[in-house]
């Protein structure tokens, strides 16, 4: 069983920041692009940042210059540090990964989410 568990959500004044993290864990051979991903009430889910498994980064426009992504291969983790947060930034925000198992299967996880709210 392949698993991602994401935290760091939360309530944030308009202006403030956020870090987020997601960890995955289970029978993993490597993984390859992580990314982040959030869907607004009354919205389509959409891509916010992706990075691959040797830290290139890609993020939305509405984000850049705001939002960093990292991650820790050795940890198998993802990060997602938020700043200058806006009330349009509110969402419930996903982690994805893409992942080889052990026994070679190529998986798309997603973890449960994150709710980020951001108050004016």
């Known amino acids: 069983q392949v698993q991602l568990v994401e935290s760091g959500g939360g309530l944030v004044q308009s202006g403030g920041s956020l870090r987020l993290a997601c960890a995955a864990s289970?029978?993993?051979?490597?993984?390859?692009?992580m990314g982040w991903y959030r869907q607004a009430p009354g919205k389509e889910r959409e891509l916010v940042a992706e990075?691959?498994?040797?830290?290139?980064?890609n993020y939305v426009d509405s984000v850049t210059a705001r939002f960093t992504i990292s991650r820790d291969n050795a940890k198998k983790s993802v990060y997602l540090q938020m700043n200058s947060l806006k009330p349009e930034d509110t969402a419930v925000y996903y982690c994805?990964?893409?992942?080889?198992?052990?026994?070679?299967?190529?998986?798309?996880?997603w973890g449960q989410g994150t709710l980020v709210t951001v108050s004016s």
């Open positions: 289970g029978s993993i051979f490597t993984i390859y692009n």
């Open positions: 994805n990964a893409h992942i080889l198992a052990e026994d070679y299967r190529n998986l798309k996880v």
């Open positions: 990075i691959t498994r040797g830290g290139r980064p």
